[in-house]
């Protein structure tokens, strides 16, 4: 039973770029959130999806940034023209349908350079 | 909306000795407080939750308290091992896990 799995671990974008990351949550879940880390930080929380549908999007930046979890395929998050701020960790965590107990993935790390 | 402070930043403790981080939250309306646990180039890992209505929660050597009247939870980690080094997470929510809030964090040593 694999657990959550993100790839790519670790993507460099030019500014002005586009940068996607991917998401596939662990066998059972249909819950998939979003978070993102700034070094010696606590993660903060970017966006909440199920299949075909935004949950809440509160906590992502209303321009440039994108998600979607599709009926088939990984949960994408995008970030459209990337800057330098938006170099950190993107963290995705999957829970079943009672929404108990997130699991976490390993992250994606983006540097943009 | 939700705070969540953590203490302390870093923890220094001998190996074997017991390790106490401790949390405080502002809304009293959380209910559901996860610890994770980060090591280096990882993501954070479920290691323990408690929901607010139970005042503690024990797994082998890793235990959490919580007080709803003072709004602070604690993770205690007794006999401690080198494999515990890592960051630890608080974090708190209302009603479902996700939009949890997070503590900064505290790095625990382990000193051989």
């Known amino acids: 039973n694999a657990g959550v799995m993100q790839n790519p671990r670790h993507l460099v974008r030019r500014r002005g770029q586009e940068a996607r990351l991917r998401c596939s949550p662990m066998?059972?879940?249909?819950?998939v959130y979003w978070y993102r880390q700034l070094p010696e930080e606590g993660l903060k929380f970017m966006v909440y999806?199920?299949?075909?549908?935004?949950?809440?999007e509160s906590g992502m930046p209303k321009e440039r940034f994108s998600a979607e979890f599709p009926k088939e395929g990984p949960s994408i998050l995008r970030i459209q023209q990337v800057v330098r701020g938006d170099s950190a960790a993107y963290f995705c965590?999957?829970?079943?349908?009672?929404?108990?107990?997130?699991?976490f993935g390993q992250g994606t790390r983006l540097t943009v350079v | 909306g939700e705070n969540v402070e953590q203490h302390p930043s870093t923890l220094s403790v001998q190996e074997g000795d017991s390790a106490v981080i401790k949390c405080t939250y502002s809304d009293s309306a959380s209910n559901y407080f996860p610890w994770y646990k980060q090591e280096l180039g990882k993501g954070p890992q479920l290691i323990i939750d408690?929901?607010?209505n139970v005042g503690e929660k024990k797994d082998q050597r890793i235990a959490v308290t919580l007080n709803k009247t003072a709004k602070h939870f604690s993770l205690h980690i007794t006999e401690t091992q080198p494999e515990d080094s890592a960051v630890y997470f608080c974090a708190a929510s209302k009603g479902s896990n996700y939009q949890l809030i997070w503590g900064a964090g505290t790095k625990l040593i382990i000193k051989p």
């Open positions: 965590a999957s829970s079943p349908q009672d929404r108990l107990r997130a699991f």
């Open positions: 999806l199920q299949k075909e549908n935004i949950i809440d």
């Open positions: 408690i929901r607010s």
């Open positions: 066998k059972g879940h249909s819950h």
